[in-house]
């Protein structure tokens, strides 16, 4: 929805409010915000300007205090056009770099560590979700015998991802045939990207004139290759989580429904999981507020995230909090983190 017009001085009160609030959890009164920020006006004419933001969809009364709590609306304002975004401090980037960098050189490594001390620092629930592998195109195709009936399919792909899927043969696979589907799946795949060899495997399979035992093992990946290549992408919906105990020590989830919402979040990871996988297609910060989910599960939460690069494929990496949250902090440090990942792993 459209943001609400705001005179200068309702700019001012709302920042105000929405600084004091995100610093102390408590519903913001005229007299504290006169004497904290120095607006030049006096409490009656904040509690005034209040009642105009209260009337405009921007602050409401959590109950009969007299003070007064931003709306999802004015976090967006916020965020949108009152938000001043700090550089981070030279010791943060100290912080996040040597967490990010020291450890073992794989992409989820990486990434769990990253989500991490994201969280660390800015004391919410680091998230990251791993890079789409839908453009990542494979180098090499092996097959490898586990048992008369089963295989298994490893894929080396750019960038030195590597991926594994079982395959289930239909009877005992000789030695020569194993030999033979290799060499026809590496002559009509590699190169391609996954998304393309799921959608065409069928075709760039057929008539490939090989001897009978080596065309029984060829159906099973003509018949069940788009399942088969898809599995293969199932990277993607790795959801790597930081501590959920840094938000559950935070005032908003002394409620018991809001505490279970949490637990839900991060017990079920499919649902985040394409949330995040959404965003991994937009460039640059991502920020969605509360009721702006359409989720009742994720209405008391704000979802920062930014997307970062790895070659051709890119992922999410951010942070899940309550709305109540601050904002500049948060967006620089998720901003500066995406690109360190990038540099790391392009």
């Given at each position: 929805?459209?943001?609400p017009?705001?005179t200068?001085?309702?700019?001012r009160?709302?920042?105000?409010?929405?600084?004091?609030?995100?610093?102390?959890?408590?519903?913001?009164?005229?007299?504290?915000?006169?004497?904290?920020?120095?607006?030049?006006?006096?409490?009656?004419t904040?509690?005034?300007?209040?009642?105009?933001?209260?009337?405009?969809?921007?602050l409401?009364?959590?109950?009969?205090?007299?003070?007064?709590?931003?709306?999802?609306?004015?976090?967006?304002?916020y965020?949108?056009s009152?938000?001043?975004?700090?550089?981070?401090?030279?010791?943060?980037?100290?912080?996040?770099?040597?967490?990010?960098t020291v450890?073992?050189?794989?992409?989820?490594?990486?990434l769990r560590?990253?989500?991490?001390?994201l969280?660390?620092?800015?004391?919410?629930?680091?998230v990251?979700?791993?890079?789409s592998?839908d453009?990542?195109v494979?180098?090499?195709?092996?097959?490898?015998?586990?048992?008369?009936?089963r295989?298994?399919?490893?894929l080396?792909?750019?960038?030195?991802?590597?991926?594994?899927?079982?395959?289930?043969a239909?009877?005992?696979?000789?030695?020569?045939?194993?030999?033979?589907?290799?060499?026809?799946?590496?002559?009509?795949?590699s190169?391609?990207t996954l998304k393309?060899?799921?959608?065409?495997?069928?075709?760039?399979?057929?008539?490939?004139?090989q001897?009978r035992?080596?065309?029984?093992?060829?159906?099973?990946f003509?018949?069940?290759?788009?399942?088969?290549?898809?599995?293969?992408?199932?990277?993607?919906?790795?959801?790597?989580?930081?501590?959920?105990?840094?938000?559950?020590?935070?005032?908003?989830?002394a409620?018991?429904?809001?505490?279970?919402?949490?637990?839900?979040?991060?017990?079920?990871?499919?649902?985040?999981a394409d949330?995040?996988?959404q965003?991994?297609?937009?460039p640059?910060?991502?920020?969605?507020?509360?009721?702006?989910?359409?989720?009742?599960?994720?209405?008391?939460?704000?979802?920062?995230?930014?997307?970062?690069?790895?070659?051709?494929?890119?992922g999410?990496?951010?942070v899940?909090?309550?709305?109540?949250?601050?904002?500049?902090?948060?967006?620089s440090?998720?901003?500066?983190?995406?690109?360190?990942?990038?540099?790391?792993?392009?």
């Open positions: 929805m459209p943001s017009e705001l200068e001085r309702e700019r009160v709302l920042e105000a409010v929405i600084q004091a609030y995100v610093e102390t959890a408590q519903p913001a009164g005229s007299n504290a915000i006169a004497r904290r920020f120095g607006l030049g006006v006096s409490p009656a904040i509690r005034s300007t209040m009642s105009d933001l209260e009337e405009k969809g921007l409401y009364h959590p109950h009969t205090s007299a003070g007064r709590v931003p709306t999802d609306i004015a976090y967006r304002v965020v949108d009152l938000l001043p975004l700090p550089a981070i401090s030279l010791r943060e980037h100290d912080q996040l770099s040597e967490r990010i450890g073992g050189s794989a992409v989820e490594a990486i560590r990253a989500a991490q001390s969280g660390v620092i800015t004391q919410e629930l680091g990251a979700l791993g890079p592998l453009n990542s494979v180098e090499r195709l092996n097959l490898i015998k586990l048992s008369s009936e295989l298994l399919l490893a080396t792909l750019s960038g030195g991802t590597m991926r594994t899927i079982f395959v289930e239909r009877g005992e696979i000789a030695d020569i045939a194993l030999a033979e589907v290799t060499q026809v799946l590496n002559e009509r795949v190169g391609l393309e060899i799921r959608t065409s495997l069928a075709d760039r399979l057929r008539d490939t004139g001897t035992n080596a065309a029984e093992l060829l159906n099973v003509i018949e069940e290759g788009e399942q088969l290549f898809d599995t293969a992408m199932m990277g993607e919906n790795d959801v790597l989580l930081g501590q959920p105990s840094l938000l559950a020590e935070q005032p908003e989830f409620n018991v429904d809001n505490m279970r919402k949490l637990v839900a979040l991060t017990e079920t990871r499919e649902h985040l949330l995040l996988r965003r991994s297609r937009m640059g910060i991502t920020i969605s507020i509360g009721n702006e989910h359409r989720d009742p599960k994720l209405e008391n939460f704000t979802i920062v995230t930014a997307q970062y690069r790895s070659g051709s494929v890119a999410v990496i951010g899940i909090g309550p709305t109540r949250m601050p904002y500049d902090k948060v967006i440090l998720v901003t500066h983190t995406s690109r360190l990942l990038t540099d790391l792993l392009d």
